[in-house]
């Protein structure tokens, strides 16, 4: 069965600081993985996801992942925090034979000022 | 491309009255997601459709709901009767279904039971 966690329910960042948002997921074929935005009274909004190749994925407003396959991670990253970075960030995987995205419980990100 | 449409944004209803959201995936897209969204149990998958066929509809949480994906370009989600342990953000999303690509998500329907 496909699972993810996100460990963390809130992140507390300093702006300017590089952030780290935690994922860790467990599929039983190869992991397709993803993370998603929300902002308040929003939609999911797709970040980047990780198929296959490269383990840095680069995504969008300057966030980036690593797949790590022997932690089972994929750790959600920004150089540097905004404001407007604020938001719950998902997690989410599906196996490459399944259609199910399935979710982690979100991590809210608090970035001050 | 308008994305995913979902209407109406905020539905206030009272206890036992039929409720349908309703959602327009992105043309083209294969695969057709409820998803509903509440603070106690995160974002939960109801049931998915793969070229309007329901393929999984084991979130579904009781009878009461129901959902059918009549053509590619409509499907609706049906809670009848409502109860207030209803009340949540409801989403659609789409996919194209026959690539390892992500979600596209709808703004959701903020549904509130009294």
Same mark, same amino acid.
């Given at each position: ?113 | ?60 949480? /009781?009878? !009461?709901? #129901? %959902?059918?994906?009549?053509? $590619? &370009?409509?499907?609706?989600? @049906?809670?009848?009767?409502? /109860?207030? !342990?209803? #009340? %949540?953000?409801?989403?659609? $999303? &789409?996919?194209?279904?026959? @690539? ?15």
């Amino acid at each position: 069965a496909q699972s993810v966690a996100q460990p963390e329910d809130q992140v507390n960042v300093a702006e300017g600081n590089p952030l780290t948002v935690k994922c860790t997921y467990s599929v039983s074929g190869n992991p397709y993985l993803f993370w998603y935005v929300q902002y308040p009274n929003r939609g999911l909004q797709f970040l980047l996801k990780y198929i296959t190749g490269d383990n840095l994925v680069k995504g969008s407003y300057g966030f980036e992942a690593e797949f790590n396959k022997s932690q089972t991670s994929f750790h959600l990253k920004k150089p540097s925090a905004l404001v407007s970075d604020s938001a719950l960030y998902f997690c989410a995987v599906r196996d490459d034979s399944s259609y199910k995205l399935i979710f982690g419980s979100g991590t809210r990100l608090l970035v001050r000022p | 491309d308008a994305g995913v449409i979902q209407s109406p944004r905020h539905e206030v209803t009272e206890m036992g009255q039929e409720v349908t959201l309703r959602c327009k995936p992105i043309s083209g897209h294969n695969s057709l997601f409820w998803y509903r969204q509440t603070m106690m149990r995160g974002l939960e998958l109801l049931i998915y459709f793969n070229n309007n066929v329901p393929i999984d509809d084991s979130g579904m949480p /009781e009878d !009461r709901f #129901s %959902a059918k994906m009549p053509n $590619a &370009s409509f499907s609706t989600l @049906k809670i009848q009767p409502s /109860e207030p !342990r209803d #009340s %949540a953000v409801y989403f659609c $999303a &789409s996919n194209p279904g026959s @690539k390892p690509s992500g979600y596209t998500f709808g703004s959701g329907t903020r549904l509130t039971v009294v």
